[in-house]
């Protein structure tokens, strides 16, 4: 569509744009960086053996303290046979950082700048032209503000998909050359033999319920820089009322009506390892949540920009 | 002047209880170039702006080529070209890619960008980003966005607002240029009045949210003549009491019809006649007279 492709320009001619793409890729290159200066070299079978010796001499210093509880020494002995076992099948040691150790957290710090940023460029794409009185050039032209309105909210969209795509990349590519690929491999003792066990992370889970949440979040920083003029006002009352809202909704977590905010809502809560705000909230009932207040958000924003008159 | 490319029927607006635009009826007729006027908050920028579709009339319709701005705003804009104001650009871009910007609005080819541009001389600079142009430059490119689709109306809002003596002139030339080649309907308003004078065929003049007067520049009828003569006394008896004593002669207030006869008279009564010329007034003194003056220089 003409109209994305001209504001998906106006955002990239911006040098907002690109200094939020370079911070995002800033931070994926240090976090990669400094885990692999940090990360004991484990490359070779003899430094692999070295290190796994090095933390049974560990354990063992250990199980000669006095006044160990039993269940202390039990632990201790199966952390012995463990590391026995990784010695005899050439298995790095319990301190290794492989690449799904990096990735996995690097992936939790991309989807949290891409939101902020995305939300940064959707509170300001529409009060920006009001700031500089271009929206007068705008909509003096024979297309309906509507698309006017949805062709700003799909090119969001795709800036923010276009920077999270990018930053995954390289967290992936860096990730890839620099760190042991192998799967990640816990052991764990059953009845007195080593068992191996691969770990799983659901990356596709936490990158949908991420996508999910910051897609609620520009819908919402968008419908605020819709109604003010200012971009700087979006901004900063998007970014605060999103700090604020969980805060809130806890003190308030003790109320039926609770469970019916926004925040109580957020997808992000069911991915694995993750706290709910408010316990007995399912999925499927914030979802429908989700989708009641990205109606409301969408109507206003659409109804206001449509029918208001512009004064600037 | 056949029929009206835009007529503006009925227009009122209301914001907060207040009525600021009170029946406005306006027509413009395409090759012909109207200055609107009116002091300061008489309604002249909320009239232009629901001209263009940016204000929405509480009551009333602005039919553009035949198309309601109210009803049908994608087809009856196409017609239109707007400068309001200053033309605020993306400063972040260059001029041209501005111009690639609108023109994929209007499904507007490349090699009209390039004519227009040569035609508002930005050939050299349309490349650089807009932030390094003078204000006469963003001028140009505003005048360049408002052609882009060969618009059949053209709006413009204060448009010689910074430009140079030079430039002013050079502007008139142009939209007189493409009032009459290309058969524009345009409309100007400015708080210049000698620049307005200069540039338009016809003026409406809005008070108060109302329209009070709409004439032609062409056919104003000059009532007033000077005249110099020999022989004052006689002259004075003669003509009676329609008598003004003005520098060396007389002012006498008489129609455009009535002068043959009235210089056959003279002449007939041996009177010597040096001079005789018609008093042209000024628009500026039209205006002040229309809005009962005071506010002259806050107009815009």
């Known amino acids: ?312 | 002047m056949t029929t009206p490319i835009v007529q503006v029927k009925n227009l009122n607006k209301t914001i907060k209880g207040k009525q600021i635009i009170k029946n406005v009826n306006l027509e413009f007729y395409p090759g012909q170039i109207t200055g609107f006027l009116g002091p300061n908050g008489a309604g002249k920028t909320t009239t232009i702006r629901m001209m263009t579709g940016l204000m929405h009339p509480t009551s009333g319709e602005v039919i553009i080529n035949g198309a309601s701005l109210q009803k049908n705003f994608e087809q009856a804009i196409s017609n239109v070209g707007v400068i309001v104001e200053n033309p605020e650009m993306y400063k972040y871009m260059s001029g041209y890619k501005n111009l690639q910007h609108f023109a994929r609005m209007h499904h507007v080819s490349k090699s009209r960008i390039d004519e227009v541009v040569e035609q508002v001389g930005l050939q050299n600079r349309i490349h650089e980003k807009v932030k390094t142009y003078s204000l006469g430059m963003r001028q140009r490119l505003g005048l360049a966005q408002a052609m882009l689709h060969r618009p059949k109306f053209l709006i413009l809002d204060e448009p010689t607002n910074g430009l140079d003596p030079a430039g002013i002139r050079e502007f008139r030339m142009y939209l007189r240029k493409v009032a009459e080649e290309d058969n524009v309907a345009i409309v100007v308003s400015s708080h210049m009045l000698s620049e307005i004078e200069l540039m338009v065929d016809r003026i409406a003049v809005i008070q108060n949210g109302q329209i009070i007067d709409i004439r032609e520049l062409t056919d104003i009828k000059v009532s007033e003549y000077y005249i110099e003569v020999g022989q004052k006394e006689q002259f004075a008896s003669v003509v009676g009491e329609q008598l003004k004593p003005k520098n060396n002669g007389f002012v006498v207030t008489i129609s455009k019809e009535e002068v043959p006869t009235f210089v056959r008279k003279l002449v007939e009564d041996g009177i010597d006649i040096f001079t005789i010329q018609p008093i042209t007034k000024r628009l500026e003194d039209q205006f002040i007279e229309m809005t009962g003056g005071g506010a002259i220089d806050a107009i815009r």
């Open chain 1, 1 to 312: 569509m003409q109209y994305v492709k001209n504001e998906w320009i106006k955002i990239w001619s911006q040098k907002n744009a690109w200094i939020m793409l370079v911070l995002v890729l800033l931070v994926v290159v240090a976090v990669l960086g400094l885990n692999k200066y940090f990360a004991p070299d484990q490359s070779t079978p003899e430094l692999r053996k070295e290190a796994n010796s090095e933390w049974i001499a560990e354990y063992q210093a250990q199980l000669n303290t006095p006044g160990m509880y039993d269940e202390d020494i039990q632990l201790l002995e199966e952390q012995i046979l463990m590391t026995e076992y990784r010695i005899a099948n050439d298995l790095p040691a319990i301190d290794t950082v492989t690449f799904h150790d990096v990735l996995a957290p690097l992936l939790t710090v991309i989807l949290m700048l891409v939101g902020i940023f995305t939300m940064v460029i959707a509170a300001s794409i529409v009060s920006n032209e009001f700031g500089t009185g271009t929206i007068k050039m705008l909509l003096t032209r024979p297309v309906a503000r509507w698309k006017v309105l949805l062709s700003k909210l799909v090119a969001t969209l795709l800036y923010g998909t276009a920077i999270f795509t990018v930053s995954v990349v390289v967290a992936l590519v860096g990730s890839f050359i620099l760190f042991n690929n192998a799967e990640a491999i816990t052991l764990s003792v059953v009845n007195g033999t080593v068992v191996e066990q691969i770990v799983e992370t659901h990356y596709v889970q936490k990158i949908l319920l991420n996508a999910a949440s910051i897609f609620m979040t520009v819908l919402f920083a968008f419908m605020l820089g819709t109604i003010f003029g200012s971009s700087t006002l979006a901004v900063s009352l998007s970014l605060g009322l999103l700090f604020m809202g969980t805060t809130i909704t806890m003190f308030l977590a003790r109320y039926e009506f609770a469970k019916y905010i926004w925040f109580a809502n957020d997808l992000t809560q069911f991915d694995t390892g993750v706290m709910p705000i408010i316990a007995d909230i399912s999925l499927n009932f914030a979802i429908v949540v989700n989708i009641v207040y990205a109606v409301i958000f969408l109507v206003v924003s659409f109804m206001y920009f449509t029918r208001r008159d512009v004064t600037a």
